[in-house]
């Protein structure tokens, strides 16, 4: 009769096992039945290289509305999220003293405008006798003078109501572009400043990404060159973009360099519903560089067990397990980097169940 103690060996033997992960042991190698498989040898292809950078979604035009002036805002009826139009006006403010300022510069106008005109008056009726001998060369040069005094005094007022005019057309905030409304930074009855802005205009129907690149690879960028776009968020939308603008000076912190990639239009946007790619999403560039050599295996020859990939390599007859590093993936194939070597066979597709050791026959 069994003993509690040769019992409870196999139980512990077995939960050991469960607990590794492992599976229970086949048959030995010599007894297993040899499985047909395709295989194929490791050789080097080319491989395109290429760097992958991190950035932001953005519109190609993003513009800031302010105002020259200080006064109090009467007017501000969009929301952030809005959508704008060209020449649509946004926001208005009101400034007194500038107001006040063009009555006041309208009524000297209209006074030196009386003054010139009488003293063209004088000039007139002076020139007449002048010619007549019946006025003074000194009375006809004085005439001349206060007439052209009074004409430089109208033209000065002129260019001052002008330039009162002038200030006074940024009471009025038109928007700049066609676009969406994605900062409001003030609200009706605040105080409006010069050179800060009330409102920020963003495009959304033409988007960038804007991507940070090391030093070490900023020579690598050209404008005009190809760049992947991928933007999760937005259900992984993938695009082919073009840079437009790398610029020449970097970060003196970060040693980082901006990279713009404008996106082609027709990108699902924002009337493409909830799948659209916004701004401020985060992106992904992809940007090829070149090729290398690389050992490239097809994706159904690699098979994940926990966090470990393998493959099987052909050795004398038999598949042996091999735990591979993976490196970039291009379309149907995974690149390798290390765990096969170069002129090794290997089953290209592990889908069948395959046990280490196991007798194979090629296809």
Same mark, same amino acid.
């Given at each position: 009769?069994?003993?509690?103690?040769?019992? &409870?060996?196999? %139980?512990?033997?077995?939960?050991?096992?469960?607990?590794?992960?492992?599976?229970?042991?086949?048959?030995?190698?010599?007894?297993?039945?040899?499985?047909?498989?395709?295989?194929?040898?490791?050789?080097?292809?080319?491989?395109?290289? #290429?760097?992958?950078?991190?950035? @932001?979604?953005?519109?190609?035009?993003?513009?800031? %509305?302010?105002?020259?002036?200080?006064?109090?805002?009467?007017?501000?009826?969009?929301?952030?999220?809005?959508?704008?139009?060209?020449?649509?006006?946004?926001?208005?403010?009101?400034?007194?003293?500038?107001?006040?300022?063009?009555?006041?510069?309208?009524?000297?106008?209209?006074?030196?405008?009386?003054?010139?005109?009488?003293?063209?008056?004088?000039?007139?009726?002076?020139?007449?006798?002048?010619?007549?001998?019946?006025?003074?060369?000194?009375?006809?040069?004085?005439?001349?003078?206060?007439?052209?005094?009074?004409?430089?005094?109208?033209?000065?007022?002129?260019?001052?109501?002008?330039?009162?005019?002038?200030?006074?057309?940024?009471?009025?905030?038109?928007?700049?572009?066609?676009?969406?409304?994605?900062?409001?930074?003030?609200?009706?009855?605040?105080?409006?400043?010069?050179?800060?802005?009330?409102?920020?205009?963003?495009?959304?129907?033409?988007?960038?990404?804007?991507?940070?690149?090391?030093?070490?690879?900023?020579?690598?960028?050209?404008?005009?060159?190809?760049?992947?776009?991928?933007?999760?968020? #937005?259900?992984?939308?993938?695009?082919?973009?073009?840079?437009?603008?790398?610029?020449?000076?970097?970060?003196?912190?970060?040693?980082?360099?901006?990279?713009?990639?404008?996106? *082609?239009?027709?990108?699902?946007?924002? #009337?493409?519903?909830?799948?659209?790619?916004?701004?401020?999403?985060? #992106?992904?560039?992809?940007?090829?560089?070149? @090729?290398?050599? &690389?050992?490239?295996?097809?994706?159904?020859?690699?098979?994940?067990?926990?966090?470990?990939?393998?493959?099987?390599?052909?050795?004398?007859?038999?598949?042996?397990?091999?735990?591979?590093? @993976?490196?970039?993936?291009?379309?149907?194939?995974?690149?390798?980097?290390?765990?096969?070597?170069?002129?090794?066979?290997?089953?290209?597709?592990?889908? *069948?169940?395959?046990?280490?050791?196991?007798?194979?026959?090629?296809?």
């Amino acid at each position: 009769m069994p003993t509690r103690r040769s019992l &409870a060996v196999p %139980l512990v033997l077995a939960i050991i096992v469960s607990a590794c992960g492992g599976e229970p042991s086949g048959p030995p190698a010599d007894e297993m039945e040899p499985v047909t498989v395709a295989t194929a040898t490791a050789t080097a292809t080319a491989a395109a290289q #290429a760097g992958r950078y991190s950035g @932001t979604i953005q519109g190609t035009r993003r513009v800031p %509305l302010a105002t020259k002036m200080m006064g109090t805002v009467t007017q501000l009826a969009v929301e952030e999220g809005d959508r704008v139009r060209q020449g649509e006006t946004l926001a208005r403010i009101r400034s007194q003293n500038v107001e006040a300022q063009r009555a006041q510069v309208q009524a000297r106008l209209r006074e030196a405008r009386a003054a010139r005109d009488n003293a063209e008056t004088q000039f007139d009726r002076i020139k007449a006798l002048r010619e007549t001998d019946s006025a003074t060369e000194q009375e006809f040069d004085n005439a001349q003078t206060a007439y052209e005094r009074a004409q430089a005094q109208v033209e000065a007022l002129e260019s001052r109501l002008a330039e009162t005019e002038d200030m006074l057309t940024y009471a009025t905030l038109e928007a700049p572009i066609d676009g969406y409304v994605v900062e409001k930074r003030s609200d009706e009855g605040a105080l409006a400043a010069p050179g800060r802005p009330l409102l920020v205009v963003e495009t959304l129907d033409d988007l960038k990404a804007v991507v940070q690149v090391p030093a070490e690879d900023i020579n690598r960028f050209a404008v005009g060159d190809s760049a992947t776009v991928t933007v999760g968020a #937005a259900a992984d939308v993938r695009t082919q973009g073009m840079v437009t603008q790398v610029n020449p000076s970097g970060n003196a912190v970060s040693r980082q360099f901006t990279v713009q990639v404008r996106l *082609p239009r027709g990108t699902p946007s924002e #009337a493409s519903g909830t799948t659209a790619i916004k701004s401020g999403m985060y #992106a992904e560039v992809l940007h090829q560089t070149g @090729t290398r050599s &690389a050992l490239m295996v097809p994706r159904k020859a690699l098979f994940e067990r926990g966090q470990l990939t393998g493959l099987y390599a052909i050795s004398d007859g038999t598949a042996r397990l091999r735990w591979v590093r @993976t490196g970039t993936m291009q379309g149907p194939r995974v690149e390798v980097l290390s765990g096969l070597r170069l002129g090794e066979k290997f089953v290209t597709d592990a889908t *069948p169940r395959i046990a280490d050791g196991q007798p194979v026959r090629t296809e």
